[in-house]
């Protein structure tokens, strides 16, 4: 529920000399508002911001628009309170730690929400009842009461630092340098003495002349240098150090001042058991300030007075919280709304500012002219004016024009006479606008007729027709701009071609001139702008939809801000932005509702609309935004895990720790403006994680990366002033296998295992090499040597024994020891590498092309590039092939073997310069050639014309592994086809 706002504009008299008068804007916060009980003992508002209202039944936590209520442990009962919730005093130490009192004292832990004593009454540690706490420079909290023996004393020391007998401790207080001050009474305060205390040491002085009752509440209120404002039947300011007591001047006998508290701007508030009294700090002047009417004499005793940050003054009382704020309210409203009450303004329609003073056009009253805050009227009853229902009005050619149920008729400001002949009839509605450079357009309200110009006299100058019946008519000068269903325009020096512009849907209200050549039009469907230059017309964009969409009239001030008056209240809009702001009662505003034209800038530039319950006046220069920055607070944290939360608390730690697995985390924020509350708004941002501001109080992050981040807020007003911001550690905490020693593992055991599968692969290909390199020297030692053998012994046995078969059998013993050789070179690992195919193909060659001319080409070649074993044995074999059949068929007298080194991929070329051919015929040399290449991922291909010789080209990756291709499934393929002519086998 909304705190209730009563104006306190009437000073109620109390025996008191009153002079100066101060107004406060007074509202009233009580049960019915959420507080816990109407009975306020102490008021303190916290660094994060928050109000914190001690009361009969618990502690309230207060953020301007409702109460959290925590209240002691369950059966805890104090000897001096009927019953266990009523807590007396509140004091924040320099942690942010809340210390309270309730017969002991205790803290609020924050962190749990809950209240702990740490010295009950009815505790084995109680060391006496406890009334009052505070904390000295050095953070120490203090306590103060009845003390067995009296005295005040840091709560962790065991005994108290001063010691009275049968005395009441009041109001302990810190000051800059460290000293903590009090005040003692006996039990009929008919005496008093002051007490400070300072590093151990305590002195006392007798106050004279001041009296306290045990109802007193805050006593003193240090006012520096060692004096102090004093409360009582005698309050007055005593310096310490001389002794010295000066009363209050012309305190009433009997008045009790129950507390006393010294406001930044150096006045005095004494709180009475009826109201509060503010003393001037200059003249010393008493000011009674009524909080309400109809409330009992105990409700308006005020027991504690504390002024917050924005300078707000809190009273704490027995009938609630009460909000006192000074700053002066821009608006003033002019009248009643009551059609019969003389003293006031009725239904205002359109308005003038005149010399002498705001002419008023209204419905019923005729018209009220407002000067210097008297209201004189002319009407039709009174003789001095045609009507009493006033359309229009409008000041033009030295005369005050009226449009009413009557006519139009003319009255003169000087002279405050009106003629009474109607001058022209007029239907309901009609309007009246200054034409340029002399003259009044009028038009009287009937769709049939015409728009005319009139003279001083009424007479008709010039008519218009443009078809329609306006709203309102504006003269620039050149065009006539009509407001209709739309806007349009008549050329005035042509008189006609009407034209229309665009929003033919809605209805233009005003039509006001702005800066730049634009037109403002007030419509049904909002503010909309018109350039009169390139005839663009639009509608304004807004940040958030307007309260009222029906906007009546559009003026620009000198700042460029806009004033709407509206359906539903004033607005301030900023057109480049489209930030707006509404003003309403809380603001002096009692307008809900404004009229069509009801506006008027006087002299001074104070602004006027006029509405159904009157006028509101005020100056736009006065019209600021908020004087304090807002702040905002983290209320809570809550932490989910799979939709079950599994933490929820105020949050007070410098950092929050979302454990693994965590689904969500929340927070709550409080957005802070006392003097405004309904008037802020929280906005958010989690660093590395949302791209901008988000505005909200309710903030939910589901599945956030683990990591850390800092979580910012800050408050704004609707003003745009932003307050400080407010930031948080959020530490999202890493599953197992989202950290980096997890990762880290992984990576070791991926290595160790990368590294375990090339050792074993490394391990296999020594073995294989070691394989081929016994096969290759089994095959040279073993088999090679028998067959040279077996080639040798044939030769001999030709030389005793002519036989042709053993020349056979020894040709063929050495062209097997020639195939047994290469074998031998395929197998060696240590022939593994580009330069021994160079040299084997160096004796092919030097065998098979024996009398011929020919040589190797090498072309980039790197001889110690490693070369795979299969790519090696299968290029030698489809050179040696080739060789084969150039010396076969082509009879060539040169022939050429290119090796060229193309990055990843070898090719080798034997070129000769024989015969050539056209037409292959099918057979097993070109296919087998073809399948040799391909099966080491290569390709083969022949280019032959007859009489210019033959080339061919296998080309082959460096590296290819052997058995790449399944040898199962290979079987021959087709001749490939030759591009130039088919080459032949």
Request: charged share 25%.
């Amino acid at each position: 529920m909304a705190p209730r706002l009563l104006l306190a504009a009437a000073f109620l008299a109390m025996a008191l000399p009153v002079s100066a008068r101060q107004e406060a804007r007074v509202t009233r916060i009580d049960a019915r508002d959420g507080l816990s009980h109407n009975t306020v003992n102490d008021i303190l508002q916290s660094q994060d911001g928050y109000l914190w209202v001690a009361t009969y039944d618990g502690l309230n936590r207060y953020n301007g628009r409702e109460f959290e209520v925590l209240r002691l442990p369950p059966g805890f009962r104090s000897e001096r309170q009927a019953h266990s919730n009523v807590i007396d005093n509140l004091v924040e130490d320099d942690q942010g730690r809340i210390w309270f009192t309730s017969g002991g004292v205790g803290y609020l832990d924050r962190s749990e929400s809950r209240l702990i004593m740490v010295n009950p009454t009815d505790g084995p540690n109680f060391r006496g009842q406890v009334y009052r706490a505070t904390v000295d420079t050095g953070g120490r909290v203090w306590e103060c009461g009845s003390l067995l023996p009296g005295g005040c004393r840091p709560v962790s020391t065991a005994s108290p630092i001063a010691v009275s007998e049968d005395q009441h401790i009041w109001d302990p207080a810190p000051d800059d340098t460290g000293r903590i001050w009090w005040v003692e009474t006996d039990s009929l305060g008919a005496s008093m003495q002051m007490f400070v205390a300072h590093e151990g040491n305590v002195s006392s002085r007798l106050v004279p002349g001041a009296r306290l009752k045990p109802s007193v509440q805050q006593a003193i209120t240090l006012s520096g240098d060692g004096k102090a404002w004093i409360a009582g039947e005698h309050p007055g300011l005593f310096d310490f150090w001389t002794g010295s007591f000066e009363a209050v001047e012309e305190w009433p006998d009997g008045q009790l001042a129950a507390t006393v508290q010294e406001l930044s701007d150096g006045s005095v508030l004494f709180g009475t058991e009826n109201g509060l009294v503010r003393m001037d700090a200059r003249s010393g002047h008493l000011t009674k300030i009524s909080l309400t009417e109809g409330t009992s004499p105990i409700g308006l005793w005020i027991q504690e007075i504390m002024e917050d940050r924005e300078g707000l003054v809190w009273l704490g009382t027995r009938s609630g919280l009460y909000r006192l704020d000074w700053a002066p309210l821009p608006f003033r409203h002019l009248g009643t709304g009551s059609a019969n009450d003389s003293d006031g303004l009725p239904v205002a329609l359109e308005m003038i500012a005149h010399a002498r003073g705001i002419w008023v056009g209204t419905l019923g009253r005729g018209v009220v002219r407002v000067e210097d805050g008297r209201y004189v009227e002319y009407s039709r009853r009174q003789g001095t004016l045609c009507g009493d229902q006033v359309w229009s009005l409008q000041q033009a050619m030295g005369a005050m024009w009226t449009l009413t149920e009557a006519g139009l008729c003319r009255l003169d400001p000087g002279s405050a006479e009106a003629s009474m002949r109607v001058l022209r009839p007029s239907k309901d509605g009609g309007v009246l606008a200054p034409a340029r450079p002399t003259g009044l357009w009028f038009w009287p309200g009937d769709s049939h007729s015409p728009i005319v110009r009139l003279d001083v006299d009424g007479a008709e100058i010039e008519s218009l027709d443009p078809e329609m019946g306006p709203w309102s008519i504006f003269d620039d000068g050149r065009y006539l701009w009509l407001g209709g269903y739309g806007i349009h325009r008549i050329d005035l020096a042509s008189g006609d071609g009407l034209e229309t512009f665009g929003m033919i849907s809605n209805i233009v209200f005003d039509i006001r001139e702005g800066a730049d050549s634009l037109l403002w039009l007030a419509t049904d469907a909002g503010p909309a702008v018109l350039d009169r230059r390139t005839t663009e017309l639009r509608l304004l964009e807004t940040e958030r939809p307007l309260p009222g969409r029906v906007t009546y009239t559009a003026i620009e001030d000198e700042e460029g801000w806009l004033w709407l008056g509206s359906n539903r209240g004033l607005i301030k809009l900023e057109p480049g932005t489209g930030r707006f702001r509404v003003f309403g009662p809380e603001d002096g505003v009692m307008n809900i509702e404004f009229d069509r034209r009801a506006f008027a800038r006087g002299p001074d530039g104070t602004f006027y609309f006029g509405g159904l319950d009157g006028v509101t006046a005020f100056h736009p220069d006065l019209v600021r935004p908020n004087r304090f920055a807002p702040t905002v607070a983290l209320a809570s944290a809550r932490i989910e895990e799979s939709g079950r939360p599994i933490r929820s608390l105020p949050v007070v730690e410098q950092a929050l720790r979302v454990p693994p697995g965590a689904h969500s985390f929340t927070f709550r924020l409080d957005p802070m403006l006392f003097s405004d509350p309904t008037r802020v708004e929280a906005r958010y941002r989690l660093l590395d994680y949302d791209p901008d501001w988000v505005s909200g109080h309710e903030v939910r992050y589901t599945r956030v990366p683990p990591g850390r981040y800092t979580f910012e807020a800050a408050a704004a007003s609707i003003d745009g002033l932003a307050g400080p911001v407010t930031s948080l550690e959020v530490n999202v905490m890493p599953r197992a296998w989202q950290t980096w020693w997890f990762r880290l593992m992984v990576l070791i055991a991926a290595v160790s295992i990368v590294w375990a599968f090339a050792s074993v692969r490394a391990g296999h290909r020594r073995r294989l090499e070691a394989l081929r390199l016994r096969i290759a020297t089994d095959l040279h030692d073993e088999v090679g040597s028998h067959l040279s053998g077996i080639a040798m012994m044939a030769d001999v046995i030709r030389g005793r024994v002519t036989d042709p078969r053993l020349e056979k059998i020894s040709s063929s013993a050495r062209e097997m020891v020639q195939r047994l050789r290469e074998i031998v070179w395929a197998v060696d690992p240590a022939a593994d590498r580009a330069g021994t195919l160079i040299e084997h193909l160096d004796e092919i060659a030097a065998t098979m092309l024996a009398g011929r001319s020919w040589v190797i080409d090498v072309d980039g070649f790197d001889e110690e590039r490693p070369m795979g074993m299969e790519v090696r044995h299968q290029v030698a074999l489809v050179v040696r092939e080739a060789l084969h059949n150039a010396v076969r068929h082509a009879d060539p007298g040169h022939v050429a073997i290119e090796l060229s080194d193309q990055r990843d991929w070898l090719e080798v070329a034997v070129v000769d310069d024989g015969c050539g051919f056209e037409n292959p015929k099918p057979g097993h040399g070109l296919a087998s050639m073809t399948e040799r290449a391909e099966s080491v991922g290569g390709t083969f291909s022949v280019d032959s014309s007859p009489g210019l010789g033959t080339r061919a080209t296998i080309r082959v990756p460096w590296i290819s592994a052997a058995g790449r291709r399944d040898r199962a499934m290979r079987r021959p393929g087709p001749v490939p086809t030759v591009e130039a002519t088919p080459g032949r086998e």
